[in-house]
């Protein structure tokens, strides 16, 4: 059975810095892993897609990294804002379903 | 705009009252998902359909049951609400293809007294 984890449960940075969030997962049979962010009391909002065969993907200040072999996928945030204090969650697509870690609550210091 | 819309934002029921819930896509996706989400145990799936009239149990779907009649609809059901049903619920869609992402409503939280 897939196991997602994202470590840390809770990031605080002061505004400005970079930052990286982990996730890791224990089977390597997927075909995609998504990035969502979620803000209180929301739902989730999809932040970028890595298929499989990818290593990275890039979307404006975050670049996710996919190192499948070993289970392993980074979210890096450049130049972090206020406005990114959220929870970030990962999760993987196996066949139909998607298994979510239980997520980064992140938040940045002005 | 790609978008999921379900039906309340929020919703207090009884114990033992029969609850609906509704989500709606606009996207023409073929799969369509149910999860719960809780504090400290993350998102857990409830049921997921591929198909109209198709459904395929999730990691927890004790207590629940779902319909979708209509490509665009999909409804979780709880058939005899209690205490322990209390959670965020999340809807989700995406296309059969497994190399596309999933997109998410803007949930419903659900508390029942």
């Known amino acids: 059975k897939q196991e997602v984890t994202q470590i840390p449960a809770a990031l605080s940075v002061p505004e400005g810095e970079n930052l990286v969030l982990n996730c890791s997962f224990t089977d390597s049979a997927i075909y995609n892993l998504q990035w969502f962010r979620q803000d209180p009391g929301k739902g989730l909002t999809s932040l970028l897609l890595i298929q499989s065969s990818q290593r990275e993907q890039t979307s404006g200040r975050l670049n996710a990294s996919l190192d499948k072999s070993s289970g392993r996928s980074t979210l890096y945030i450049a130049a972090s804002q206020p406005g990114d204090s959220a929870t970030y969650l990962c999760a993987v697509r196996g066949n139909e379903k998607l298994t979510f870690g239980t997520g980064t609550r992140l938040t940045i210091i002005p | 705009d790609v978008k999921v819309t379900q039906s309340s934002r ?3 029921k009884r114990t033992g009252e029969k609850v609906f819930l509704e989500c ?3 996207m023409d996706h073929e799969n369509m998902f149910w999860y719960r989400q809780d504090p ?3 998102l857990r799936l409830i049921y ?3 198909d109209v009239k198709m459904k395929e149990k999730g990691d927890i779907p004790e207590g629940y049951s779902v319909s979708r009649e209509k490509k665009e609809r999909f409804s979780l059901i709880l058939e005899s609400a209690s205490t322990n049903q ?10 059969i293809d497994r190399d596309t992402e999933a997109f998410f409503g803007q949930g419903t939280r659900l508390t029942v007294v």
């Open chain 2, 40 to 42: 400290g145990l993350g």
């Open chain 2, 86 to 95: 209390t959670s965020m619920y999340l809807c989700a869609s995406s296309r």
């Open chain 2, 24 to 26: 709606v896509q606009d």
């Open chain 2, 10 to 12: 929020y919703l207090v």
């Open chain 2, 48 to 50: 997921f359909s591929y």
